[in-house]
Protein backbone atom coordinates (compact mmCIF):
# COMPACT_ATOMS: atom_id res chain seq x y z
CA UNK A 1 0.00 0.00 0.00
CA UNK A 2 1.60 3.33 -1.18
CA UNK A 3 1.84 6.14 1.94
CA UNK A 4 0.36 9.64 1.37
CA UNK A 5 3.11 11.58 1.34
CA UNK A 6 2.69 15.18 3.14
CA UNK A 7 4.69 17.93 3.70
CA UNK A 8 4.16 20.02 6.70
CA UNK A 9 5.28 23.96 6.68
CA UNK A 10 5.71 25.98 9.91
CA UNK A 11 8.15 27.57 12.00
CA UNK A 12 10.84 24.83 12.83
CA UNK A 13 13.10 26.82 14.88
CA UNK A 14 14.14 26.88 18.72
CA UNK A 15 11.52 25.29 21.21
CA UNK A 16 8.29 25.10 20.71
CA UNK A 17 7.33 27.67 23.44
CA UNK A 18 4.54 29.73 20.98
CA UNK A 19 1.14 28.79 19.83
CA UNK A 20 1.78 28.35 16.03
CA UNK A 21 5.00 26.21 16.72
CA UNK A 22 3.23 23.82 18.77
CA UNK A 23 0.74 23.26 16.69
CA UNK A 24 3.00 22.40 13.64
CA UNK A 25 5.43 20.34 16.21
CA UNK A 26 1.77 18.61 17.41
CA UNK A 27 0.20 17.76 14.32
CA UNK A 28 3.20 16.61 13.19
CA UNK A 29 4.40 14.20 16.29
CA UNK A 30 0.56 12.94 16.43
CA UNK A 31 0.92 11.66 12.32
CA UNK A 32 4.22 10.21 12.89
CA UNK A 33 2.91 8.20 15.73
CA UNK A 34 -0.57 6.89 14.74
CA UNK A 35 -0.89 7.18 11.50
CA UNK A 36 1.43 4.13 9.67
CA UNK A 37 0.12 4.80 6.23
CA UNK A 38 1.53 8.70 6.33
CA UNK A 39 5.03 9.67 5.14
CA UNK A 40 5.24 13.40 6.84
CA UNK A 41 8.31 15.90 6.97
CA UNK A 42 7.53 18.96 9.08
CA UNK A 43 10.15 21.89 7.26
CA UNK A 44 10.07 25.61 7.26
CA UNK A 45 9.34 27.33 4.71
CA UNK A 46 13.67 28.13 4.02
CA UNK A 47 13.94 24.22 3.72
CA UNK A 48 11.05 23.92 1.30
CA UNK A 49 12.29 26.38 -0.96
CA UNK A 50 16.26 25.31 -1.16
CA UNK A 51 15.00 21.99 -1.27
CA UNK A 52 11.56 22.33 -3.44
CA UNK A 53 12.11 19.52 -6.27
CA UNK A 54 13.24 17.10 -3.54
CA UNK A 55 9.63 17.35 -1.80
CA UNK A 56 7.66 16.61 -5.76
CA UNK A 57 6.24 13.32 -4.48
CA UNK A 58 4.36 14.82 -2.03
CA UNK A 59 0.67 14.86 -2.19
CA UNK A 60 -0.30 17.85 0.03
CA UNK A 61 1.50 20.93 1.26
CA UNK A 62 0.08 22.35 4.61
CA UNK A 63 1.02 25.05 5.52
CA UNK A 64 0.45 26.15 9.23
CA UNK A 65 0.97 29.58 10.88
CA UNK A 66 -0.30 33.02 10.04
CA UNK A 67 -0.97 33.16 7.37
CA UNK A 68 0.92 36.66 5.88
CA UNK A 69 0.41 37.35 2.18
CA UNK A 70 4.24 35.37 2.04
CA UNK A 71 2.44 32.21 3.20
CA UNK A 72 0.13 32.42 0.50
CA UNK A 73 2.29 33.00 -2.12
CA UNK A 74 4.49 30.72 -1.40
CA UNK A 75 1.93 27.79 -1.39
CA UNK A 76 1.25 29.53 -4.64
CA UNK A 77 4.98 29.62 -5.98
CA UNK A 78 5.79 25.97 -4.91
CA UNK A 79 2.67 24.36 -6.66
CA UNK A 80 3.48 26.56 -9.84
CA UNK A 81 7.06 25.32 -9.46
CA UNK A 82 6.34 21.60 -9.02
CA UNK A 83 3.13 21.78 -11.85
CA UNK A 84 0.31 21.73 -9.67
CA UNK A 85 1.30 17.90 -8.65
CA UNK A 86 -0.21 18.32 -4.76
CA UNK A 87 -2.98 19.77 -2.76
CA UNK A 88 -2.56 23.24 -1.12
CA UNK A 89 -3.98 23.95 2.62
CA UNK A 90 -3.56 26.86 4.66
CA UNK A 91 -4.30 27.27 7.95
CA UNK A 92 -5.29 30.55 9.40
CA UNK A 93 -3.94 29.88 13.12
CA UNK A 94 -2.70 33.87 13.99
CA UNK A 95 -3.95 35.63 10.28
CA UNK A 96 -2.36 39.08 9.63
CA UNK A 97 -4.71 40.47 7.84
CA UNK A 98 -4.74 43.67 5.53
CA UNK A 99 -4.95 44.50 2.02
CA UNK A 100 -2.04 42.65 0.38
CA UNK A 101 -2.71 39.25 2.34
CA UNK A 102 -6.40 39.69 0.98
CA UNK A 103 -5.03 41.06 -2.90
CA UNK A 104 -3.37 37.76 -2.39
CA UNK A 105 -5.51 35.65 -1.03
CA UNK A 106 -8.20 36.34 -4.19
CA UNK A 107 -5.21 35.72 -6.48
CA UNK A 108 -3.46 32.62 -5.01
CA UNK A 109 -6.58 31.25 -3.15
CA UNK A 110 -5.33 27.56 -1.61
CA UNK A 111 -7.01 24.84 -2.66
CA UNK A 112 -8.34 24.48 0.85
CA UNK A 113 -8.30 26.84 3.94
CA UNK A 114 -8.31 25.69 7.60
CA UNK A 115 -10.30 28.13 9.79
CA UNK A 116 -11.39 28.44 13.28
CA UNK A 117 -14.16 30.80 13.71
CA UNK A 118 -16.88 31.62 11.74
CA UNK A 119 -15.65 35.64 11.65
CA UNK A 120 -12.72 34.27 9.55
CA UNK A 121 -14.91 31.26 7.75
CA UNK A 122 -17.12 34.28 6.54
CA UNK A 123 -14.22 36.13 5.02
CA UNK A 124 -12.89 33.37 3.31
CA UNK A 125 -16.25 32.26 1.94
CA UNK A 126 -15.64 35.68 -0.52
CA UNK A 127 -12.89 34.26 -1.97
CA UNK A 128 -13.61 30.31 -2.14
CA UNK A 129 -16.31 27.65 -0.86
CA UNK A 130 -13.44 24.89 0.14
CA UNK A 131 -12.86 26.03 3.75
CA UNK A 132 -13.55 23.87 6.65
CA UNK A 133 -13.73 25.21 10.41
CA UNK A 134 -12.61 23.19 12.92
CA UNK A 135 -9.78 24.11 15.98
CA UNK A 136 -6.08 23.34 15.56
CA UNK A 137 -5.50 24.48 19.30
CA UNK A 138 -6.47 22.45 22.30
CA UNK A 139 -5.14 21.90 25.89
CA UNK A 140 -3.52 18.82 26.75
CA UNK A 141 -5.61 17.07 30.10
CA UNK A 142 -2.85 14.85 30.70
CA UNK A 143 -0.57 18.07 31.41
CA UNK A 144 -3.20 20.71 32.31
CA UNK A 145 -5.75 19.75 35.23
CA UNK A 146 -6.82 20.53 38.13
CA UNK A 147 -5.19 19.22 41.82
CA UNK A 148 -5.80 18.96 45.08
CA UNK A 149 -5.04 21.96 47.67
CA UNK A 150 -1.87 20.04 49.03
CA UNK A 151 -0.37 19.24 45.42
CA UNK A 152 -0.47 23.15 44.54
CA UNK A 153 1.12 23.78 47.84
CA UNK A 154 3.76 21.42 46.96
CA UNK A 155 4.05 22.60 44.05
CA UNK A 156 4.46 26.50 45.04
CA UNK A 157 7.21 25.16 47.39
CA UNK A 158 8.78 23.63 44.56
CA UNK A 159 8.90 26.71 42.39
CA UNK A 160 9.51 29.32 45.54
CA UNK A 161 5.91 30.85 45.40
CA UNK A 162 4.38 32.58 48.06
CA UNK A 163 1.56 30.14 49.54
CA UNK A 164 -1.07 32.71 51.04
CA UNK A 165 -1.09 35.03 47.72
CA UNK A 166 -3.51 34.44 44.45
CA UNK A 167 -1.25 34.51 41.24
CA UNK A 168 -2.07 36.33 38.31
CA UNK A 169 -0.60 34.74 35.65
CA UNK A 170 0.10 35.51 31.56
CA UNK A 171 1.60 33.28 29.28
CA UNK A 172 2.86 34.85 25.75
CA UNK A 173 4.41 37.64 23.90
CA UNK A 174 6.07 40.36 26.31
CA UNK A 175 5.11 43.43 24.41
CA UNK A 176 2.94 46.66 25.16
CA UNK A 177 0.10 45.05 22.35
CA UNK A 178 -0.39 42.29 24.71
CA UNK A 179 -0.82 45.04 27.85
CA UNK A 180 1.08 43.51 30.12
CA UNK A 181 1.39 46.67 32.15
CA UNK A 182 -1.89 46.52 33.31
CA UNK A 183 -0.53 44.02 35.60
CA UNK A 184 1.87 46.97 37.13
CA UNK A 185 -1.46 48.56 39.00
CA UNK A 186 -2.64 44.00 40.14
CA UNK A 187 1.29 44.04 41.95
CA UNK A 188 0.16 47.10 44.11
CA UNK A 189 -2.71 44.90 46.11
CA UNK A 190 -0.77 42.81 48.39
CA UNK A 191 -3.26 39.96 47.53
CA UNK A 192 -1.87 39.24 44.14
CA UNK A 193 1.54 37.62 42.99
CA UNK A 194 1.43 38.29 39.34
CA UNK A 195 3.93 36.25 36.87
CA UNK A 196 4.53 36.77 33.16
CA UNK A 197 6.50 33.70 31.53
CA UNK A 198 7.30 34.80 27.73
CA UNK A 199 8.13 33.19 24.98
CA UNK A 200 11.94 32.19 23.96
CA UNK A 201 11.92 32.64 20.47
CA UNK A 202 10.07 35.89 19.77
CA UNK A 203 11.75 39.41 20.37
CA UNK A 204 11.60 40.57 23.77
CA UNK A 205 10.96 44.55 24.83
CA UNK A 206 14.22 44.72 27.42
CA UNK A 207 12.88 47.90 28.61
CA UNK A 208 9.35 46.82 28.98
CA UNK A 209 10.68 43.82 30.94
CA UNK A 210 13.02 45.87 33.41
CA UNK A 211 9.97 48.04 34.27
CA UNK A 212 7.75 44.79 35.04
CA UNK A 213 10.52 43.71 37.09
CA UNK A 214 10.80 46.83 38.68
CA UNK A 215 6.84 47.08 39.57
CA UNK A 216 7.62 44.08 41.86
CA UNK A 217 6.27 41.58 38.64
CA UNK A 218 7.88 38.06 38.26
CA UNK A 219 9.65 37.98 34.92
CA UNK A 220 10.44 34.21 33.34
CA UNK A 221 11.63 34.63 29.93
CA UNK A 222 13.83 31.36 29.79
CA UNK A 223 12.17 28.27 28.51
CA UNK A 224 9.91 26.06 30.92
CA UNK A 225 9.60 22.29 29.85
CA UNK A 226 6.84 21.76 32.98
CA UNK A 227 4.90 25.27 32.34
CA UNK A 228 2.06 23.39 33.35
CA UNK A 229 3.17 23.97 37.15
CA UNK A 230 2.58 27.64 37.22
Same mark, same amino acid.
Given at each position: ?? %???IM?V? &???G? *? &??G??II ?7 ? %????F?I ?7 S???K??F?YQ ?6 ? #??G ?10 ? *?KL ?15 Q ?6 L?YK?F?P ?6 S ?7 N &????K????S?S?? &????F ?5 E ?7 K? =??P? =?K ?5 ? $????? $??N????? +????F ?5 I #??GS???K?DKLL?D??? $? +?? #?K ?5 L ?6
Open positions: MQ %KLELG &DTSH *A &DEMKGKNISTIF %KNKYDNLNYINSTLLNIKKRQIIHF #IGPTYKTIFLSFL *AILFKRYITIVSFIHPWNYLTRTITDYTIVQKYWEKTC &DYTNIYRMLAV &DPKKHVVSKKKMEIRKL =NLL =NLIVLHV $GHINK $GRVRNLV +SISKKKFYP #IITTTIINLE $G +SG #IVITQFPNIEEF
